[in-house]
T-cell receptor, first 116, second 111 residues
């Protein structure tokens, strides 16, 4: 079955360390997205990519970096510059890059990052 | 600016009907989505509206009024498993599939 996989499910990071969250999809989707979800808040867009080797900043990109070297993969690195990284991180993909998809996103199951 | 408002929490009784409202102010509009999210899990697609009116899908219906910047999700014959967060998301008209999400409404269904 096609889907989108995030790993790990839980991740602990010491302050000052960089950490990379994995996101892989086998849906042949062109567009991929990273969102952050905090308690009582909605999903906020960190980065998105509409095509391989290209990505754009979202609303809260500071302290994060991404790459899109393969269509299937869109890893997110949380750097030490991100001052409040503890959150639930969701990766998503969609099969349309022009705003015409009828199903919106397919989401991964999320990674809960905790800074210790 | 871009703003999507939903009530933070709602409660209802098993078997009842509940309506979750969503109002939006965005720079352009190209469709509105509703997702269901159980705690600690991925959101799952419920409905999509791009034209005014009601879309019905089993126990769930979604309504859109573009002129009022307003949508609602109607859940009928509530079941305990419907206890979840419900996310309203708007796609802006910028030739991407990018979604802007509201804060989500946490629904608790009681016996």
């Amino acid at each position: 079955d096609g889907g989108i996989t995030q790993s790990p499910k839980y991740l602990f990071r010491k302050e000052g360390q960089n950490v990379t969250l994995s996101c892989e999809q086998n849906l042949n989707h062109d567009a991929m997205y990273w969102y952050r979800q905090d308690p009582g808040q909605g999903l906020r867009l960190i980065y998105y990519s509409q095509i391989v080797n290209d990505f754009q900043k979202g609303d809260i990109a500071e302290g994060y970096s991404v790459s899109r070297e393969k269509k299937e993969s869109f890893p997110l690195t949380v750097t030490s510059a991100q001052k409040n990284p503890t959150a639930f991180y969701l990766c998503a993909s969609s099969n349309d890059i022009l705003g015409q998809s009828l199903l919106g996103y397919t989401f991964g199951s999320g990674t809960r990052l905790t800074v210790v | 600016g871009q703003n999507i408002d939903q009530p933070t929490e709602m409660t209802a009784t098993e078997g009842a009907i509940v309506q979750i409202n969503c109002t939006y102010q965005t720079s352009g509009f190209n469709g509105l989505f509703w997702y269901q999210q159980h705690a600690g899990e991925a959101p799952t697609f419920l409905s999509y509206n791009v034209l005014d009116g009601l879309e019905e899908k089993g126990r769930f219906s979604s309504f859109l009024s573009r002129s009022k910047g307003y949508s609602y999700l109607l859940l009928k014959e509530l079941q305990m498993k419907d206890s979840a967060s419900y996310l309203c998301a708007v796609r802006s008209r910028d030739n991407t599939d990018k979604l802007i999400f509201g804060t989500g409404t946490r629904l608790q269904v009681f016996p």
